[in-house]
C-alpha cells in the first residue's frame, strides 16, 4: 500500500543518539567531545587523545574515559610544503574526492600531481570531474593517467611524502601502490575506504571502532597499508554532494522533483543517512597531510556531523528547487523491485558520525543541506538537466503496482 509522507524534522543532529537521551537504543557509553578552545580549524592547538584509538577498529570511545597525558603537538609540518600523489579512480562517486582534495592542497601550497585510472582520451575523461581538471593544472598541479600497478614506470624517480589511493577496494589492487610508495621512500599513506563496511548496528550512528566486515575488501587494505607504514591513515566516506560529481546523488530527486513526478521512497522514509559536502571530506584529508603525527594509525569517519532522513532529504531538494513534493512509500517486496535500483540510498538506518577527525584533526564539519542543494539545484538547471528527455520506467511499475496514477 502507497502512503504519504507526514511532515517531520528533516536534518537530525548525532547527539539525538546520545545514551542520556535514548537509554533504550544506546545502552553503551557515548562520547562528549571536547575541541580545543580556539578554533576548531587551528593547526596550532595541543588537545588530547583517548588510548582507545591506538587500536584498529576495537572499540567505541567512552564519554567518561580519562584521556591520557599525551599531547599531540602540530609541527612545522603543518606549514611544510608537501609533494602529494592522488592515485584517483576513473569511475563512481570518489573521482570527485581527489578533484577536491588535490585542488585545497594546491591552495594550501603544496606540490600535486594526480594519476588517474585509465586513459586521457577516453570517454569517461568527457564527465566531470575529469573534464574539469584544467582546474588543477592552471593551480598548478600535475594529472598523468595510467594503471595504478604500473606506478613506479609512469612516476619513475619521483619521490612523494603522501600518497592518497583513492581508487582500490581490494587488495589486489592497492597492494603495488602501496608496495611502491614503501619502496621509494614515501612518508604517509593515506586510503580512501568506505562505511559501508560496517556491520549493521542497533545503535546508530556508526563510529569509528565499531564491527566492520571482515570480509569486505577496504578491510583488507586497511590492514595490510597498517602493517607496512608506521604512518597511515584510512578515511569512510558515505554520500556526498558536490559539483562534479559524477554519481547521481541529490540528482536523482530533482530530476523527478522538477518534473511534477511523486519522489518514491522504500520504507518509512524516516530512515537516517549522511550526507556531505564534498568539501569536507577534502579538508579532513589535507589536515592529515599537514598534521601527519596526529592522524597517524587512526580511521576516520569522512562524513557530515548531521543526519538526514529519506523523506527530509526529499523536501530539501524541493525547497532547494522552490517548488513543493509529493512523497510515496512503498515495500520493495510487495511490488516487485529491488530497491538498489530503484533508489539511490540504501533502505535503512546508515549514517557513521565524524568523532575522531574532530577529536584527534581538530576538523569541523561545513556541510549546510539546505544551503548546499540550493547551489547544486542552480548548477543542475545550468547544465540543462532540467530540461532533458527522462525516462521513468522503474518508477512507472512502481506507481502502477500502488496503483498511483502515473504523471503524463
Known sequence: MATLASSSSLLHSSSSFNSSSTPSVSPLPRLSLKLPSSSPSSLSSSFSISPSFLAINSRRFAPNSSYSSTVIQASSSATEKKKVLIVN???????????????????????VTVLTVGEESSDKMKKTPFSRFSEITDAGGRTVWGNPADVGKILEGEVFDAVLDNNGKDLDTVRPVVDWAKNSGVKQFLFISSAGIYKPTDEPPHVEGDTVKADAGHVGVEKYISEVFGSWASFRPQYMIGSGNNKDCE????????????????????????????????????????????????????VSDRAVTLDGMARLCAKAAGTSVEIVHYDPKAVGVDAKKAFPFRNMHFYAEPRAAKEILGWSATTNLPEDLKERFEEYVKIGRDKKEMKFELDDKILESLKVPVAA
Open 89 to 111: 579512480t576513473n569511475s563512481g562517486g570518489h573521482a570527485v574526492i581527489g578533484f577536491y582534495f588535490a585542488k585545497e592542497l594546491l591552495g594550501s601550497g603544496h606540490d
Open 251 to 302: 540528482e536523482w530527486f530533482f530530476d523527478r522533483i522538477v518534473r511534477g513526478r511523486p519522489v518514491l521512497i522504500p520504507g518509512s522514509g524516516m530512515h537516517l543517512t549522511n550526507i556531505a559536502h564534498v568539501r569536507d571530506l577534502s579538508s579532513m584529508l589535507t589536515l592529515a597531510v599537514q598534521n601527519p603525527a596526529a592522524a597517524s594509525g587512526h580511521i576516520f569517519n569522512c
